[in-house]
Each structure stands twice: as structure tokens, then as C-alpha cells.
């Protein structure tokens, strides 16, 4: 397990940050998704409103294999991806009221589940860092 540094942090709880989710399946088959709702919770965990399930949450179930990036098309361009587990979808409890409530509240949609993901990696894919592993 890996820690996020702050400013990966920041960037991944920054509501005008792009971000994505890439998975894969079994046989290897990627899926790539736009994830607003992704939020680092603490240094170790980044979570995701579940809001329409589909290929991003078989996947997950599978493989537990994922990769998340967080990035603004602006300069100066900051960008970090991080590699992580699948750690399961939480239905009820805290984190899926608090994190519910919130995704409700910005987005205007209902979520099915929270995904967690424990951080295993975190490189920057901005410059002038690009590549470069920072955990």
C-alpha cells in the first residue's frame, strides 16, 4: 500500500479536476469511465460514487484491478494517475451516507454503492514530472 503525497490528494478533490477510471476484465478487455464523483478520503483510499453500474462495476467484482487519473486540460497541465485494489462497494454506513449526500447534493444523482479503492501507486502524468513514480 502507498501513500497519496497532498497534492495528488488535492487535485483528486478538486470538483473542477477531470477524472477517469480504467478497469479490466478477465480476459484482459479495458474499460475506461469518467468519474466525477472519484475523491481521495485519506492518503491510502480513494472512493467513487457508484451512480449507473455497467462495465466499470463487473470488472471491479472480477479483477479488482484499477487505475484512476486525475487531471486539468489548463496550464500548467497537473495530472496524477494512481494504481489501486478494488477493496468492494459499501451500500449503508457512514462513508455511503456521507459520500451519498454529497454526490445528491453536487450532481443532482442517486448512488447505488461507493466503490473503495486502496492506493498501490501514484505517478505523475503531468509535467514536468511526467512519469515520474511518487509513491
Known amino acids: 500500500m502507498a501513500e497519496m503525497p497532498k497534492e495528488v490528494m488535492d ?11 480504467a478497469t479490466c476484465d478477465k ?6 469511465a469518467p468519474k466525477g464523483s472519484l475523491a481521495a478520503i485519506n492518503a491510502e483510499t ?11 462495476r463487473e470488472n ?3 479483477t479488482q484491478k484499477v487505475a484512476a487519473v486525475a487531471f ?10 494512481v ?9 449503508s454506513g457512514p462513508l455511503y451516507d456521507n ?24 505517478y505523475s502524468v503531468g509535467p514536468p514530472r511526467t512519469g515520474e513514480k511518487l509513491a
Open 27 to 32: 480476459g484482459g478487455n479495458l474499460n475506461i
Open 99 to 122: 459520500f451519498a449526500a454529497e454526490v445528491k447534493k453536487a450532481l443532482k444523482m442517486d448512488t447505488k454503492a461507493v466503490g473503495v479503492i486502496k492506493v498501490d501507486e501514484v
Open 72 to 81: 486539468k486540460p489548463a496550464p500548467p497541465f497537473p495530472g496524477f494517475q
Open 83 to 91: 494504481k489501486g485494489t478494488f477493496q468492494g462497494f459499501q451500500s
Open 60 to 62: 471491479l467484482e472480477a
Open 46 to 56: 480513494l472512493v467513487y460514487a457508484d451512480i449507473f453500474g455497467g462495465k466499470t
Open 11 to 21: 487535485l483528486f478533490n478538486d470538483p473542477a479536476a477531470s477524472k477517469v477510471l
